[in-house]
């Protein structure tokens, strides 16, 4: 029979709680195609490569983090966001989108997925307070220096980190971490005594701050960082619901 659209945001709600945060999109079911969904497909980005590749297997739904209507944006739908809105609702496929709850969440989320993956324990929050926070302190669970860390994100990533203060080797005790475009908290993180910083995506003053304030950053990949949290919401969906999942990382090198 499958699920409607509402009950799978529903169990999604429950389990992400999207109503503690102050985002910039709407979180939950972005586009209602009225299919009852027994098929599920996960990815980073609802790009038209990845509607697609849910159409050709048959899947009613897609579940992402990075969905549509972003606070700024234009709210026609027109160009690229009518071609996508167009392909979803003609191949029956309704869209869940969460961005921040995703980010954030204790177990399921980016920043823990990711932070398993490196041998890693959360801490805390990177900023004092937070009840929710999007950006973690950690520390290691076992010795490890900078340059045997750069090593592990490329084993466990796929894809070698840029890497800004490569010239020596620091053994990390206490490292920042906060998946995407983060890159702007290494001045948080150099502020609370981090001997490292990951995130996603680089800019040119991280470089500088990084210098300056004597901090390694990892710039790891904006996708590559983000592919954690949906695919273990996925399987929590698929364990819970008995829904069909299936995970599809459309290539992304940014």
Excluded at 35 to 43: A, D, F, R, S, W
Excluded at 117 to 123: Q, R
Excluded at 176 to 196: E, S, V
Aim: proline residues 4%.
């Amino acid at each position: 029979m499958g699920l409607s659209a509402q009950t799978l945001e529903n169990h999604l709600n429950q389990l992400l709680k999207p109503e503690q945060f102050k985002d910039y999109c709407p979180n939950g079911l972005q586009v209602d195609a009225g299919q009852p969904i027994t098929h599920l497909v996960t990815g980073v980005t609802a790009s038209l490569e990845l509607i697609e590749a849910a159409a050709d297997i048959g899947a009613q739904g897609i579940l992402v983090h990075h969905g549509y209507f972003w606070k700024g944006e234009d709210e026609r739908l027109i160009g690229m966001k009518g071609a996508r809105i167009r392909a979803l609702i003609k191949s029956g496929v309704s869209l869940f989108a969460y961005h921040l709850p995703l980010d954030a969440h204790p177990s399921l989320g980016n920043n823990a997925q990711l932070a398993s993956d490196l041998g890693l324990e959360i801490t805390g929050p990177m900023f004092k307070g937070e009840k929710n926070p999007i950006a973690v302190m950690a520390t290691p669970q076992s010795s490890i220096s900078n340059l045997q860390m750069a090593d592990r994100i490329c084993q466990v990533l796929g894809r070698k980190p840029q890497h800004i203060g490569e010239g020596f080797e620091r053994e990390l005790n206490l490292i920042g971490l906060c998946t995407g475009a983060a890159q702007d908290w290494i001045d948080q993180a150099a502020l609370r005594g981090c001997d490292l910083y990951i995130s996603g995506e680089i800019s040119e003053r991280t470089v500088l701050s990084a210098r300056e304030l004597d901090i390694d950053y990892m710039a790891a990949g904006h996708h590559a960082t983000e592919r954690g949290g949906v695919r273990a919401l996925g399987a929590q969906i698929a364990s819970d619901l008995g829904l069909k999942v299936s995970f599809i990382d459309i290539e992304n090198p940014a």
